[in-house]
């Protein structure tokens, strides 16, 4: 399949054999998204008698997590529960009871990594009775909104509160509210035919070692699954449409927004709401990683450019699925550049946006407030760069959406005939002419 044009789908071929050869990967397959559709997908096998492809099976590990993120969501969109809630409000008597539900979405809890007891990911899995009583909270290495702690442990959790709420378990859940909406029926709890075996490679021997496939019990949320490029390309397209059935596209800009971030990782990447997120492309890529034993997966998408990448391997290592995800789509922004709307005259400008366009003084900054038909764009006309964007709201106010006014509101001030006279949001007046006689400027003597 290719829908790319050659030249493009050269590219990225290489990219795919380059991957392949040096991470010395059994297999890989990979697949590009734009606008909403497979445009591109490729496999190389260095396995005598397996075929990969688009619609075989790998494990994609943590890209579990997400689902049960959207799951979560979807419970808060209900009104059944809130996010600043306290695990404890929805299972009571577990251990970190009282992170709350949003820190446990974006791993800023706290709480360890892993659960106490044999690495889950290699061991057969328990209860979730027998998890929750092994977990201790006594000791965690962070305190609660310090910092960004990945924890594979908080999802066990998350998963058992969507059980709890639903009244069956959350894979129940997932195919029901997720995956039958979404079309993709090749998405599984275990492995189903074809699917890829997971290897690890001898460092030095290049030899292949089988690696464990096991249930993982009450851990399962943190990185069960098993997908196929095609499936998780149709979960990208979801990343960036929105779905009527699972979630809103409103929702998914929320789960997108940075809820905790590391000093250790220098600020290298942020995390939302059970989504990674990644200053790359058009600005910031959403998406997730996932490793298990024998495999390595990735899904990243560009809101922005509508574009998606998506990766798997059956290897333990030897790719770095986010950087690869950035490479396939930095190459096909660069050979196949995404083309901008097109640019339409304005037909209705409301009057309270017409009243305030043109330039705008903060002292002695000039401004320009420019209408896009969405939105009063401020461009600071010394540097020509936008440093703020206001949508007007049915009050005659104006609310930020970008800059340092975000989320503040933007009022205009008249004088007695009605006319503007100056605007004001949050002590910062602007004038029309710098530093206006008349207008009420702080620090004025």
Same mark, same amino acid.
């Given at each position: 399949?290719?829908?790319?044009?050659? *030249?493009?789908?050269?590219?990225? &071929?290489?990219?795919?054999?380059?991957?392949?050869?040096?991470?010395?990967?059994?297999?890989?397959?990979?697949?590009?998204?734009?606008?909403?559709?497979?445009?591109?997908?490729?496999?190389?096998?260095?396995?005598?008698?397996?075929?990969?492809?688009?619609?075989?099976?790998? $494990?994609?590990?943590?890209?579990?997590?997400?689902?049960?993120?959207?799951?979560?969501?979807?419970?808060?969109?209900?009104?059944?529960?809130?996010?600043?809630?306290?695990?404890?409000? #929805?299972?009571?008597?577990?251990?970190?009871?009282?992170?709350?539900?949003?820190?446990?979405?974006?791993?800023?809890?706290?709480?360890?990594? =892993? *659960?106490?007891?044999?690495?889950?990911?290699?061991?057969?899995?328990?209860?979730?009775?027998?998890?929750?009583?092994?977990?201790?909270?006594?000791?965690?290495?962070?305190?609660?909104?310090?910092?960004?702690?990945?924890?594979?442990?908080?999802?066990?959790?998350?998963?058992?509160?969507?059980?709890?709420?639903?009244?069956?378990?959350?894979?129940?859940?997932?195919?029901?509210?997720?995956?039958?909406?979404?079309?993709?029926?090749?998405?599984?709890?275990?492995?189903?035919?074809?699917?890829?075996?997971?290897?690890?490679?001898?460092?030095?021997?290049?030899?292949?070692?089988?690696?464990?496939?096991?249930?993982?019990?009450?851990?399962?949320?943190?990185?069960?699954?098993?997908?196929?490029?095609?499936?998780?390309?149709?979960?990208?397209?979801?990343?960036?449409?929105?779905?009527?059935?699972?979630?809103? $596209?409103?929702?998914?800009?929320?789960?997108?927004?940075?809820?905790?971030?590391?000093?250790?990782?220098?600020?290298?990447?942020?995390? +939302?709401?059970?989504?990674?997120?990644?200053?790359?492309?058009? +600005?910031?890529?959403?998406?997730?990683?996932?490793?298990?034993?024998?495999?390595?997966?990735?899904?990243?998408?560009?809101?922005?450019?509508?574009?998606?990448?998506?990766?798997?391997?059956?290897?333990?290592?030897?790719?770095? *699925?986010?950087?690869?995800?950035? &490479?396939?789509? &930095? !190459?096909?922004?660069?050979?196949?550049?995404?083309?901008?709307?097109?640019?339409?005259?304005?037909?209705?400008?409301?009057?309270? @946006?017409?009243?305030?366009?043109? @330039?705008?003084?903060?002292?002695?900054?000039?401004?320009?407030? !420019?209408?896009?038909?969405? =939105?009063? =764009?401020?461009?600071?006309?010394?540097?020509?760069?936008?440093?703020?964007?206001?949508?007007?709201?049915?009050?005659?106010?104006?609310?930020?959406?970008?800059?340092?006014?975000?989320? &503040?509101?933007?009022?205009?001030?008249?004088?007695?005939?009605?006319?503007? #006279?100056?605007?004001?949001?949050?002590?910062?007046?602007?004038?029309?002419?710098?530093?206006?006689?008349?207008?009420?400027?702080?620090?004025?003597?």
């Amino acid at each position: 399949m290719s829908q790319v044009a050659g *030249p493009t789908a050269r590219r990225l &071929e290489l990219l795919l054999a380059r991957g392949q050869h040096d991470g010395r990967l059994p297999s890989v397959v990979a697949g590009v998204v734009r606008d909403g559709a497979l445009v591109w997908t490729c496999s190389r096998s260095a396995l005598d008698g397996f075929a990969a492809g688009p619609q075989v099976q790998y $494990r994609i590990g943590s890209i579990t997590k997400t689902l049960v993120a959207v799951l979560v969501l979807q419970l808060r969109d209900e009104g059944r529960l809130d996010l600043n809630d306290p695990l404890e409000r #929805h299972l009571p008597g577990v251990a970190y009871g009282d992170r709350r539900l949003r820190d446990l979405l974006a791993h800023a809890t706290g709480m360890h990594s =892993e *659960p106490p007891g044999p690495w889950w990911e290699r061991s057969p899995g328990v209860s979730f009775d027998e998890l929750a009583a092994s977990l201790d909270d006594a000791d965690a290495p962070f305190a609660a909104g310090e910092t960004f702690h990945y924890s594979n442990a908080g999802f066990a959790l998350l998963g058992e509160l969507v059980a709890r709420h639903r009244g069956s378990d959350w894979w129940t859940q997932v195919q029901q509210r997720v995956l039958r909406p979404l079309g993709m029926a090749r998405t599984s709890y275990l492995p189903e035919a074809p699917h890829a075996s997971g290897w690890s490679v001898h460092h030095f021997a290049n030899t292949l070692t089988a690696e464990p496939a096991h249930d993982a019990g009450a851990m399962a949320p943190a990185g069960q699954a098993w997908s196929t490029v095609e499936d998780l390309a149709r979960y990208a397209s979801f990343l960036l449409e929105g779905h009527d059935d699972v979630l809103a $596209r409103a929702t998914l800009q929320e789960m997108a927004t940075p809820q905790s971030g590391a000093r250790a990782s220098a600020l290298a990447a942020a995390h +939302g709401l059970g989504f990674q997120l990644s200053r790359a492309g058009s +600005g910031m890529l959403v998406g997730h990683t996932g490793s298990m034993p024998g495999f390595l997966a990735g899904l990243f998408v560009d809101p922005v450019r509508r574009t998606g990448a998506v990766v798997v391997a059956n290897a333990t290592v030897g790719l770095r *699925p986010e950087a690869f995800c950035v &490479e396939l789509l &930095e !190459t096909l922004e660069e050979c196949e550049g995404t083309e901008p709307p097109p640019w339409r005259p304005v037909v209705d400008l409301p009057v309270p @946006v017409q009243e305030v366009l043109g @330039v705008w003084h903060w002292g002695n900054t000039a401004h320009a407030f !420019t209408w896009t038909g969405r =939105e009063v =764009e401020v461009t600071r006309l010394a540097t020509g760069v936008r440093v703020f964007a206001f949508v007007p709201q049915p009050d005659g106010t104006f609310l930020g959406t970008a800059g340092y006014h975000h989320g &503040e509101r933007l009022r205009v001030v008249r004088n007695d005939d009605g006319s503007v #006279h100056h605007l004001v949001c949050e002590t910062f007046v602007y004038t029309r002419e710098p530093y206006d006689p008349s207008a009420p400027l702080p620090g004025r003597s």
